[in-house]
């Protein structure tokens, strides 16, 4: 059974900080694996999507890594800023299921 | 497109009452999926549908939840009787395919039994 882990559980950083995030998964035969965004009390927003075949994303100032036969992802966010507080999950997709990591909460203070 | 919308967005019941939760998925979407989601234990997959027929209803906690879908722009996930311990955020997401192109997510739905 696939299992998702994210670490680390939370992270506080100032603002303008690059950092970057991780997801370790231990089933490789993923189809691709996305990162979502949840801010308090909201849905799941897409942020990337990487398909098996892909080595990373790009979208403005994030940035998504893959690496299948390791089982790891990252996730880098450059010039951090406030609006970037959430919670960010990792999931990956196989065999008709998505498993979700149970993500890394963020906070970037002014 | 609205996206993935779900109805009501909170919900308090008692307990013992019976709750419907709804889903309209994107349209040409042909799979949808239920999550609920809660701190101790994340999110966690309930039943997901391809083409309106329930490919895998493993994760439905018990026999008191009941899903269904229709046709392929409407699914409700129902709890009955209700208990307390099932107030969670219910998720509701549709893809094109199985999840090979990815997810989209409602809103979610709060519910509370008290």
């Known amino acids: 059974k696939q299992e998702v882990t994210q670490i680390p559980a939370a992270l506080s950083v100032p603002e303008g900080e690059n950092l970057v995030l991780n997801c370790s998964f231990t089933?490789?035969?993923?189809?691709?694996l996305q990162w979502f965004r949840q801010d308090p009390g909201k849905g799941l927003t897409s942020l990337l999507l990487?398909?098996?075949?892909?080595r990373e994303q790009t979208s403005g100032r994030l940035n998504a890594s893959l690496d299948k036969s390791s089982g790891r992802s990252t996730l880098y966010i450059a010039a951090s800023q406030p609006g970037d507080s959430a919670t960010y999950l990792c999931a990956v997709y196989n065999n008709n299921d998505m498993r979700f990591g149970a993500g890394t909460r963020l906070t970037v203070k002014p | 497109d609205a996206g993935v919308i779900q109805s009501p967005r909170h919900e308090v019941t008692e307990m013992g009452q019976e709750v419907t939760l709804r889903c309209k998925p994107i349209s040409g979407h042909n799979s949808l999926f239920w999550y609920r989601q809660t701190m101790m234990r994340g999110l966690e997959l309930l039943i997901y549908?391809?083409?309106?027929?329930?490919?895998?209803d493993s994760g439905m906690p018990e026999d008191r939840f009941s899903a269904k879908m229709p046709n392929a722009s409407f699914s409700t996930l129902k709890i009955q009787p209700s208990e307390p311990r099932d107030s969670a955020v219910y998720f509701c997401a549709s893809s094109l395919g199985t999840g090979s192109y990815g997810y989209t997510f409602g809103s979610g739905t709060r519910l509370t039994v008290v």
């Open positions: 549908f391809n083409n309106n027929v329930p490919i895998d």
């Open positions: 990487i398909q098996s075949s892909q």
């Open positions: 089933d490789s035969a993923i189809y691709n």
